[in-house]
């Protein structure tokens, strides 16, 4: 094995397999299991009465994993594996960057035991944080001993904790083993190409066995570790996500193969998520003007690849430290300097009473749910709409418009409410002024929905989105938020067949591009 020490910083095993428990959903669900016509029925969106018990006890308060879970329950990273041993075409990992929101980026670097004593503190002070993931800066298993070292510091004193290790998928072979002893459950792998002479236009090298590989060769010698690694990972009943990046005009077309390949070897969930390539970062498609999907481009690739697999729409591709709920990012409270000089009592009964009551509120939240989309049974219309809603989290419409960085989007239809992404922007409040500047990148960032729902909104944004063809609501204020959408999208129908509205197809909308989280 190779000393991960000297890459280079560019910027119990569970018996039974995951195989199984997916046939079981199958037989059950209907879903099918293999690529091909059909979806799982198993991913994000999966319920407790849709999965079973063992798939459920490991998706139930994990974030990434859980659409549902995301809106309750909170996650941390914590920075320990600085080396990589691959580059990427869209990464640039660099420090210090407090205000920005992407892989690889970090504001310090931590020991492992550093780490262990800021998860304890993370989970003492945030009672809902249930997982820790391990995603870089640089790659995880680029950094075996740092990473494994964390990882049993932290299952000493907080068994509770769900662990995840987020790779390129280069080592998984080779440490299949360590990650089973280490009982990590949830492992995601990006994996951006099953075929080489693409690969060989997104990584210019790979470092391998003491060797450093380029072009195809080293396309090819990536893509068959991370596809062996993720068939040894179900057989032994890990969870696993695929992370792909769509990158217009190089891969875009092909991830409609990738999904087949990854759900053909009982990939859980696949993350499609959109290429940031601002100029500004460095990255080398940033710097020859690669551009990133537009909003309608990745739904579009995301719904044809649902048909062979649920889709993890929620990802916010998030930093290598960031701490909190998805969407939000609390890290700068928990600095080395501020952990250090904590007094920390790991109180888990406190933990697991405290999230039980999450759970009483996500029940309530579905069932919230269920009864406002029974109102709707019997429409029959094609009509969908996408809103976008301003949260702070709990499912519930939280947020005054003023003060939200980003905007979870919803597709309503008689289907029901279903999260299909989320869009950060700058604040349109600065120091208790709107911004007019900032109140248009919000319309283009939103432009594809039909309102907007938020807990509060002042009058001149107000008009602004109505000159937009933007509905403002403020009138389902800290409801909860899909309850809320199938009422709303009840009295649209309503309006549409009364000649009230007509019902138009809206445009395009900007993905922002260097996902800054403050200004």
């Known amino acids: 094995m190779f000393d991960a020490e000297q890459l280079p910083e560019t910027g119990e095993g569970q018996a039974k397999p995951l195989?199984?428990?997916?046939?079981?959903?199958?037989?059950?669900?209907g879903c099918e299991t293999k690529a091909g016509p059909g979806k799982s029925g198993c991913g994000s969106t999966g319920t407790e009465s849709t999965l079973p018990p063992e798939i459920w006890e490991k998706v139930k308060n994990h974030p990434c994993y859980s659409e549902q879970a995301h809106h309750h329950f909170a996650r941390m990273h914590v920075a320990v594996a600085p080396a990589c041993n691959i580059q990427c075409n869209y990464c640039n990992r660099k420090y210090d960057c407090a205000n920005e929101s992407r892989p690889g980026v970090v504001s310090e670097r931590l020991t492992p035991e550093q780490a262990a004593k800021k998860v304890f503190a993370v989970a003492s002070t945030i009672p809902q944080m249930t997982v820790l993931g391990i995603a870089g800066p640089g790659d995880p298993l680029a950094?075996?001993?740092?990473?494994?070292?964390?990882?049993?510091?932290v299952a000493q004193t907080a068994p509770d904790i769900k662990l995840c290790v987020s790779t390129n998928g280069l080592m998984l072979p080779k440490l299949i083993d360590r990650l089973c002893q280490y009982?990590?459950?949830?492992?995601?792998i990006t994996i951006n190409m099953v075929d080489?002479?693409?690969?060989?236009?997104?990584?210019p090298w790979i470092f391998y066995e003491h060797k450093r590989y380029t072009g195809v060769e080293a396309a090819r010698i990536l893509s068959e570790n991370q596809?062996?690694?993720?068939?040894?990972?179900?057989?032994?009943?890990?969870?696993?996500?695929?992370?792909?990046v769509m990158i217009p005009g190089v891969n875009d077309a092909h991830l409609v193969e990738?999904?087949?390949?990854?759900?053909?070897?009982?990939?859980?969930l696949h993350n499609i998520m959109p290429l940031i390539s601002a100029p500004e970062h460095?990255?080398?498609?940033?710097?020859n003007g690669q551009r990133g999907p537009t909003a309608q481009e990745l739904k579009a690739l995301q719904d044809a690849c649902e048909g062979d697999m649920n889709m993890m729409r929620h990802c916010r591709q998030c930093r290598a430290d960031a701490v909190g709920l998805l969407g939000e990012d609390r890290s700068d409270e928990f600095t080395t300097e501020k952990v250090m000089a904590m007094e920390i009592d790991y109180d888990l009964e406190a933990r697991k009473a405290y999230q039980a009551k999450v759970e009483a509120e996500r029940d309530a939240t579905q069932a919230a749910k269920a009864?406002?989309?029974?109102?709707?049974?019997?429409?029959?219309?094609?009509?969908?709409?996408?809103?976008?809603?301003?949260?702070?989290?709990n499912g519930r419409v939280n947020e005054h418009f003023g003060h939200a960085t980003e905007f979870q989007i919803y597709e309503v239809s008689t289907a029901g409410a279903k999260f299909i992404g989320h869009r950060r922007v700058d604040l349109y409040c600065q120091g208790g002024f709107g911004d007019d500047d900032k109140l248009e990148t919000v319309i283009r960032a939103i432009n594809d929905c039909a309102a907007v729902f938020v807990a509060r909104i002042g009058t001149c944004p107000k008009e602004g989105l109505h000159k937009a063809g933007i509905d403002p609501v403020d009138r389902f204020a800290h409801e909860y938020i899909e309850q809320s959408a199938l009422a709303y999208f009840k009295e649209y129908l309503e309006k549409v067949q009364a000649g009230g509205i007509v019902h138009v197809a809206r445009g395009d909308a900007d993905i922002r591009q260097g996902a800054f989280t403050a200004v």
Do not use: W
């Not at 195989?19 to 669900?29: E, F």
């Not at 460095?282 to 710097?287: A, D, I, K």
């Open 19 to 29: 195989n199984d428990l997916l046939q079981k959903i199958a037989a059950s669900k």
């Open 183 to 188: 009982n990590i459950d949830h492992v995601t």
């Open 371 to 393: 009864d406002e989309l029974a109102k709707l049974a019997g429409e029959n219309s094609d009509i969908a709409i996408q809103i976008a809603v301003a949260t702070k989290g």
């Open 196 to 203: 080489p002479e693409v690969g060989a236009k997104i990584y």
């Open 282 to 287: 460095g990255t080398v498609f940033g710097l």
């Open 258 to 268: 990738v999904n087949k390949a990854v759900k053909a070897r009982g990939a859980f």
């Open 227 to 244: 596809l062996r690694g993720l068939e040894m990972l179900t057989e032994r009943g890990i969870l696993c996500k695929i992370n792909s």
């Open 143 to 153: 950094n075996p001993e740092k990473t494994f070292k964390t990882f049993e510091l």
